[in-house]
């Protein structure tokens, strides 16, 4: 739905009529609406954790830099599932107006962060932050990048630092 009609759509209402429900239903689980956009983006997280695991998992079995798989990764979300990472962006930048999602949000990071084997903390974090501009960048882009343009961006943002 919020991929649809964007998290202003999004009332307890036509969460129930969306998933064939009694409104008591929607309400009964979720209080409040901001407990139930904290559902969706803890959901949102655990999706993205099993993609990213997945994907440093398939780097990690053929033997390769993760380089490549990042950038399709990045390169899917900006393309085929671009509807669904705005959804997931806008949902993100929500917390900075309520604070009852800032837990869910900062979530992702924590997510990331037990995900990926790293001993600079700070490198870590500005490659974190290297991905979310490449992502909004990428969302305001009349085309997509491909995984081809965005390889080396991304093999420069995993280059050991010195």
Not at 23 to 38: C, E, I
Not at 56 to 65: D, G, P, V, W
Request: charged fraction near 25%; aromatic fraction near 6%.
């Amino acid at each position: 739905m919020i991929e649809r009609d964007g998290v202003a759509g999004v009332t307890h209402r036509v969460v129930a009529a969306e998933a064939g429900v009694p409104l008591t239903s929607t309400t009964y689980h979720f209080a409040s609406l901001d407990d139930l956009l904290v559902a969706t983006l803890l959901w949102c997280t655990d999706e993205l954790a099993t993609e990213v695991r997945d994907v440093l998992e398939r780097a990690r079995i053929k033997n390769t830099s993760a380089t490549a798989e990042v950038a399709v990764l990045l390169a899917e979300a900006l393309g085929p599932r671009r509807g669904r990472t705005m959804a997931e962006y806008e949902l993100y930048l929500m917390a900075a107006r309520r604070p009852a999602l800032r837990p869910a949000a900062r979530h992702w990071l924590d997510v990331l962060a037990s995900l990926v084997e790293h001993d600079d903390e700070v490198a870590f974090r500005a490659f974190l932050a290297a991905m979310d501009g490449l992502l909004v960048q990428g969302l305001i882009d009349d085309e997509p990048p491909t995984a081809q343009q965005l390889g080396p961006v991304v093999d420069y943002l995993l280059r050991p630092r010195k």
